[in-house]
């Protein structure tokens, strides 16, 4: 059993062409004039552009900055020589999930971003942010021990 396609007779060489086709299979002219395939359409960005969740990545990734730098002038006052380990364990980290977390607000602008997973992996670095700051907080009582 063969499936029948609809056809259309080329106007230049009457050859028959599959209805779908753009040039006739022979002599290559369009079967459908340029004027009928225009179209104008209104031309109004999409409500992904918008770029909202861009700005919000931006603006954590700031505060994140902010707050390493604060945290590194309290350690550097503390024990100066901390302050080298408190960028290798603590700042590379945390600007890690920060960068990625902009990232992941950034593509959310994008069509092609599904939600649940922008949900997960929004969740998976709010919570190394938190582990990030526990680890703050261990590591400055660490150091108020040893002092």
Known sequence: MSVAFPQVRCPECGADN??????????QRPLVDEAELVETLPIEAPAFVSGNYAKIGNVLLIVTLLA????????????????IFYAVLVC????????TLRQILA??????????LTVVLIVVSATGLLAIAIGILFFTICLQMFN
């Open 92 to 99: 590379f980290p945390c600007l890690a999930v920060g960068i």
């Open 68 to 83: 390493l730098a604060v945290v590194a002038v309290g350690v550097w006052t503390v024990e100066p020589v901390a302050l």
């Open 18 to 27: 599959n209805a779908f086709a753009a040039k006739c299979w022979i002599c």
């Open 107 to 116: 593509a959310k602008d994008k069509p092609t971003s599904t939600s649940a």
